[in-house]
């Protein structure tokens, strides 16, 4: 198991909301960018939004209205909502670590799949 | 929003070989371009940041460069473990982008 680990649930309903924890398994998660990206089957990356060092956040312009990335430092989790989902959504999701905003992603998590079906 | 196009998006090459995949910026970014390898049921790679510096651990065979709106990653003799998609991604604002990628196969 590496540094990053996703979970949440593999199948979320149409116009649901769409919930993802990473957990990071050592250190403190504090002092870094958190990020999320997804992938849909068979097309590329779309980075979807990172919470800073200091808890401000910043998000694709495509998904602000529905996506919020939140932190707990005390269980070392950065969470992804997605809310109102469609089968649009349904994509392999990463989390991943940048040591600043300018710097590269320098950790990556195996990803999980979320599937939007009835 | 950057928009980032990498060319080509799929590339036939047998071991052994050199070469070369370019990512071009829709405006400059200076040096704030990353690479990334991915392969099926693994953890993405880092490759290379801010244009041209390898990642710990990354073989000396992978090789960037480039500023402003055009980049390039190099990959100097072709390994077996080399075939894979790569992508390239920039972090010159706070709103990050990523290219379409590029499929490396064996020939």
């Known amino acids: 198991q590496g540094l990053l680990q996703e979970s949440g649930p593999g199948l979320v309903k149409p116009s649901e909301t769409l919930s993802l924890t990473c957990t990071v398994s050592?250190?403190?998660?504090?002092?870094?960018?958190w990020n999320w990206i997804r992938q849909p089957p068979g097309k590329g990356l779309e980075w979807m939004g990172h919470?800073?060092?200091?808890?401000?956040?910043d998000y694709s312009p495509s998904l602000k209205s529905r996506v919020t990335i939140s932190r707990d430092t005390s269980k070392s989790q950065i969470s992804l909502e997605l809310t109102s989902v469609t089968a649009a959504d349904t994509a392999l999701y990463y989390c991943a670590r940048g040591q600043s905003q300018y710097s590269s992603l320098d950790y990556w998590g195996q990803g999980t799949l979320v599937t939007v079906s009835s | 929003d950057i928009q980032l196009t990498q060319s080509p998006s799929s590339l036939s090459a047998s071991v052994g070989d050199r070469v070369t995949i370019t990512c071009r910026a829709s405006q400059s970014i200076n040096i704030y371009l990353n690479w990334y390898q991915f392969k099926p049921g693994k953890a993405p790679k880092p490759l290379i940041h801010a244009a041209t510096n390898l990642h710990g651990g990354v073989p000396s065979r992978f090789s960037g460069s480039g500023s402003g709106t055009e980049f390039t990653l190099s990959i100097s003799s072709l390994q077996p473990e080399d075939f894979a998609i790569y992508y390239c991604q920039h972090s010159s604002t706070t709103l990050y982008t990523f290219g379409q990628g590029t499929k490396l196969e064996i020939k």
């Open positions: 919470i800073s060092y200091s808890g401000s956040t």
């Open positions: 050592s250190g403190s998660i504090r002092g870094y960018y």
